[in-house]
């Protein structure tokens, strides 16, 4: 297996020698995007999804086509006995109400290799937001069969995203376990709770996403009872969330998989950078300040921004 450590200072990727002090992550890579590549990247980790387990993942807008297909990812899913989770969305769209979402759900093949559950159908619960570094929310809101669950496996297509500048680990457990009113508290940084998601501060909207991924992780064991691994392909400008997204301009990369989704994240990004064909996809990172995530994150103790990639192939 070929080993690496990568740390990003000052928009500088810089190579950390093997024997450094620094914390570094462990972040699994495979070129090989297929069942058996998510498969070996699941039994890299090391930590088995015990219990009652959560596959958290996006389903995909309808005339979407970009989402993780159901065959990449049935394997995995039906291995740890797992029920696919969604929230309802806050911007409208056919994933709003449950009935239309369960009717996308359905078209996309989703309960075709597992049971779905949208977790805010019946209500909300709140997670506290507490730690050194937290500047704006006090509170998460989830959806209220979040609690019904002991383990989470976080399944994320790595892409753009047009509010975020991408989405991987830490948008799927943010936004992404957010109840619809959730949401909004956190797209408008803890200032409103209904209303437009739309917000006019933009990295207050992206520290609070990190916020809110930490109350999750916080509330499952601090990360104890969760696992991230991400998908590289149908790399567009655009998120899942897009009923009509711009078409991927680069080659697929592979999967990549972590216990500490801070470090997953920055790899994916890292990866973009190093691609020949990823200026797109950087550009929309850069116009959004999408870093600042991760960045965040950091600072609030989520996890490390400095990693080891291995690469299992």
């Not at 890299?44 to 990812?73: F, M, W």
């Not at 093949?109 to 619960?125: K, L, P, R």
Request: proline fraction near 2%; glycine fraction near 10%; hydrophobic fraction near 40%.
């Amino acid at each position: 297996m070929k080993r690496i450590k990568f740390l990003l200072t000052a928009s500088i990727l810089v190579l950390v020698l093997s024997g450094s002090s620094l914390a570094a992550s462990t972040v699994f890579f495979t070129k090989d995007i297929s069942p058996a590549g998510i498969m070996a990247i699941y039994n890299k980790l090391g930590r088995e999804a015990t219990g009652k387990v959560a596959v958290k993942l996006s389903t995909g807008e309808a005339g979407n086509t970009h989402y993780l297909s159901p065959d990449l990812i049935r394997e995995l899913v039906q291995r740890v006995n797992g029920t696919i989770v969604e929230c309802n969305t806050a911007y409208g769209g056919s994933r709003a109400e449950t009935a239309m979402h369960r009717q996308v759900i359905e078209d996309h093949g989703f309960n075709t290799i597992a049971s779905v559950d949208i977790m805010d159908e019946e209500g909300e619960v709140s997670l506290p937001v507490t730690g050194n570094g937290i500047k704006h929310l006090t509170q998460d809101v989830v959806g209220s069969h979040f609690r019904n669950y002991d383990f989470f496996l976080v399944l994320s297509h790595f892409k753009g995203h047009a509010m975020g500048g991408f989405g991987g680990a830490l948008k799927n457990i943010s936004i992404g376990i957010a109840s619809s009113r959730g949401k909004k508290i956190i797209h408008t940084a803890g200032t409103k709770d209904s209303g437009s998601i739309w917000y006019d501060d933009q990295d207050a909207f992206l520290e609070s996403m990190a916020e809110a991924a930490k109350a999750v992780s916080d509330s499952l064991g601090n990360g104890e009872r969760m696992m991230f691994i991400s998908v590289m392909n149908h790399l567009s400008i655009d998120c899942d969330c897009d009923g009509n997204p711009h078409a991927p301009d680069m080659h697929d990369i592979g999967i990549l998989g972590s216990l500490d989704p801070v470090a997953l994240d920055q790899a994916c990004v890292d990866l973009v950078y190093k691609a020949p064909d990823g200026q797109s996809l950087i550009n929309r990172m850069e116009s959004k300040h999408g870093i600042h995530t991760v960045e965040h994150a950091e600072t609030i103790g989520l996890g490390s921004r400095a990693y080891e990639l291995v690469s299992i192939d």
